[in-house]
Nanobody, 123 residues
Framework: VQLQAFGGGLVQAGDSLRLSCAPS????????MGWFRQAPGKEREFVAA????????YYADSVQDRFTISRGNARNMVYLQMNSLKAEDTAVYYC?????????????????WGQGTEVTVSS
């Protein structure tokens, strides 16, 4: 495992949660990073992405203005701040790294994946 996602949990609708993604065994400071999620019975979907230096971000419409992706000071850590959570945000969240410095939103563009952290939002 080269990426570890953590910070998930059980929250109520309207609450906030911050997910973190940490590298293990290597650095991803020059990689584009993204968050994806997979709800039960559904396909994995794109959530948010950030380019290599944190200057550019991109969000799925469903989380725009509620979620914020960012990178840590050394660009290795990646965070997903989730506000105003809804029941439909319930899913396992995965962080991933894509070679190259640009933003990528397709899962097949990402080479390295974390093991996922579960987020459950009760309504």
């Amino acid at each position: 495992v080269q990426l570890q996602a953590f910070g998930g949990g059980l929250v109520q609708a309207g609450d906030s949660l911050r997910l973190s993604c940490a590298p293990s065994g290597r650095t991803f400071s020059d990689y584009g990073m993204g968050w994806f999620r997979q709800a039960p019975g559904k396909e994995r979907e794109f959530v948010a992405a950030v380019n290599w230096n944190g200057a550019s971000t991109y969000y799925a419409d469903s989380v725009q203005d509620r979620f914020t992706i960012s990178r840590g000071n050394a660009r290795n850590m990646v965070y997903l701040q989730m506000n105003s959570l809804k029941a439909e945000d319930t899913a396992v969240y995965y962080c991933a790294a894509a070679f190259g410095m640009s933003i990528k939103s397709r899962s097949d563009e990402y080479k390295y994946w974390g093991q996922g952290t579960e987020v459950t939002v009760s309504s």
